[in-house]
Structure formats: structure tokens, C-alpha cells
């Protein structure tokens, strides 16, 4: 059995689109993050970053965090959804994972942050961000103009983390980022239609997931805030 900590954001859409795709058993763990619970002793124990998700497989007694590290140890695990083997695809694998892993994410984060939340002024963050998601995710556009999937000719992790945060893209770019990422939308509506993708969308609904946008999310959120005595 995997224990996975959950939260419904981009990053844990990612695994329980695998957990859901693969059949791999699993037990869900809410980790409600806008009440603050990433930050409890418990759950540290488990992810010292304090971000979601995270795994714990019970076969093994491995602790796995970062979305992207789970990703590559499920699919070696389980044998599933690991593009081949040989050296030019694996260099294209871990390439192409870590540009979602360490672009795409935090970009699309921070201009989600600046754009919807951050406290003004913030036309300069805001300005960098959006620049940067939108670069990233054009990178993306111009690689699934040329090919199915990301790398190789089939589906895989790296369309997974794709996925994750595909899914919020008019949140983070605006409403009409999907009529400029037309190749990106192609792979994202084809992944939508999965049955799996289904699934793991109603992950959340497991759990009553606080949703308001009040003092205790945004000091749980948002920690820096503090030191600027911004409420």
C-alpha cells in the first residue's frame, strides 16, 4: 500500500494521475495546506519542505517527496509509463521532467502568486513571471507541434507532470492562453479524456478541503508575509 499525501494543486494532480493510470493500491492522506497542516510535526517527518505531495510506500519503507521524484520512482517501481530505456531517451526523460520539475512549475506558481494574490504594488513580479510561464509553456507548444508526446510516441510521466499543471493554465496566463497553446491544448484535452485523468480529478472530493481565502490560508500560504506585517 502507498500513502499519499494529498492536496488538490497542480503538483499531487500529477500522482494521483499515475496511482489512478497505474492501479497501484493506495490510501489517500488529506494534507490540508490552506489550514496549515504541511507545517505539523507529522508531516514534516514525511516532507521537511513542508510541500505536498509526498509518499510513503509501505513494501519498500521508502519516503518519497517532490512530485517529480515520486513520478520516476512509481513508474520504476511498477514498470509503467517509463519511456525506453536506451540513453537518448532517458537523457530526453529526465531533460524534458526536469524542465516542468524546475520551470514550468515554479513559474506558472509564481505568476499565479503575483496575479492573484500578491498585495500591490507588483506590476514588476508580475510582469517577470508572466513573461516566464508564458515562455515556458511556449517551449512546450513548439515541442508537441512536432511530436505526440513530449518524449518518445507514447504517453508517459513527463505528459503527467504536464498535466498537473495544464490543467490551470487560464489561471495562471489568463482566459485566453488556450487559443495561443494549441498544441498544448491538443495533448491536454487527449489526456483529459482518459478515464484515469477522470479519476484523479475527483481525488479531491475524498476530502472537504478548506477553500475560503481568509488570515488562517494566507498565513499558512504565504509565511514571508509575516515579516512584512502584511495581513
Known amino acids: 500500500m502507498i500513502k499519499f499525501y494529498y492536496h488538490p494543486s497542480p503538483n499531487p494532480a500529477k500522482i494521483a494521475l499515475f496511482l489512478e493510470e497505474s492501479g497501484l493500491p493506495y490510501e489517500l492522506v488529506p494534507v490540508d495546506t490552506q ?60 531533460s524534458w521532467l526536469m524542465f516542468i520539475a524546475t520551470g514550468v512549475g515554479p513559474f506558472s506558481g509564481q505568476a499565479v502568486h503575483f496575479r492573484h ?14 513573461f516566464e510561464a508564458w515562455r515556458h509553456w511556449r517551449i512546450l507548444d513548439a515541442r508537441l507541434a512536432q511530436r505526440p508526446y513530449l518524449v518518445g510516441t507514447e504517453y508517459s510521466i513527463v505528459d503527467m507532470a504536464f498535466w498537473g499543471w495544464a490543467r490551470a493554465i487560464p489561471f495562471i496566463l489568463g482566459d485566453d492562453a488556450w487559443s495561443k497553446l494549441p498544441n498544448v491544448k491538443r495533448l491536454f484535452d487527449e489526456i483529459n479524456a482518459r478515464p484515469a485523468a477522470g479519476r484523479a480529478e475527483n481525488v479531491k472530493n475524498a476530502h472537504a478541503f478548506k477553500t475560503a481565502i481568509d488570515a488562517e490560508t494566507m498565513a499558512a500560504m504565504y509565511p514571508q508575509n509575516e515579516r512584512l506585517a502584511i495581513v
Open 35 to 94: 489550514k496549515g497542516e504541511q507545517h505539523g510535526a507529522a508531516y514534516l517527518a514525511i516532507n521537511p519542505n513542508a510541500k505536498t505531495p509526498a509518499i510513503l510506500d509501505e513494501e519498500t519503507g521508502a519516503v518519497v517527496f517532490d512530485s517529480n521524484a515520486i513520478l520516476l520512482y512509481l513508474a520504476e517501481k511498477s514498470g509503467q509509463f517509463l519511456p525506453a530505456a536506451d540513453p537518448v531517451t532517458r537523457a530526453e526523460t529526465l
Open 117 to 130: 494574490f500578491a498585495p500591490e504594488p507588483k506590476t514588476y513580479a508580475l510582469n517577470r513571471y508572466d
